[in-house]
C-alpha cells in the first residue's frame, strides 16, 4: 500500500503549546512532519511538556501510513480539554522517529513558533 508522502524535520526555532492560556510546552527539539497535502503538525518530545497536566484518553485511532494514536487530554484547574494530543507509541517504522513525541489539536490548543 502506497501511501501520501511523509516528512518528518526537526521543526526550525522553539514551539510552545498554549492550552486555557497556559504554556504547556516549550521546545526547541520539536519535529514537523509532513504528510501529503496536510497542513505541517509540530510533535513534542515529552521531556518538554508539562506532563502533569496530561492525561491519557481511552480514545485510540488508526492510522494506516503511522499506526495506532493514543490520545491525551489537557486537564486545567477549571476545564479539561478532551483528547486534545496523541502520539504514536508504536509507529510504523517509517515514521519512527515520531515515537512517544506527542502532537497537539490546533483546535483545542495554540501551537505556534515563538
Known amino acids: 500500500m502506497t ?3 511523509i516528512t518528518i524535520t526537526p521543526a526550525k526555532g522553539t514551539w510552545v503549546v498554549r492550552a486555557g492560556g497556559a504554556v504547556l510546552a516549550e521546545s526547541s527539539k520539536a519535529l514537523e512532519l509532513v ?5 505541517p503538525v509540530i510533535y513534542f518530545p515529552r521531556d518538554d511538556i508539562a506532563m502533569d497536566f496530561v492525561d491519557t484518553s481511552p480514545l485510540q485511532t488508526t ?3 503511522k499506526g ?5 487530554s489537557i486537564v486545567g484547574k477549571n476545564s479539561t480539554l478532551a483528547n486534545a494530543a496523541w502520539s504514536y507509541e508504536d509507529p510504523i517504522p517509517n515514521v519512527g ?3 512517544n513525541m506527542l502532537a497537539f489539536d490546533i483546535n483545542k490548543t495554540t501551537v505556534e513558533m515563538v
Do not use: H, L
Open 97 to 99: 522517529r515520531i515515537k
Open 3 to 5: 501511501g501520501p508522502k
Open 35 to 39: 504528510e501529503g497535502d496536510y497542513p
Open 63 to 65: 492510522c494506516p501510513y
Open 68 to 72: 495506532v494514536a493514543s490520545y491525551f
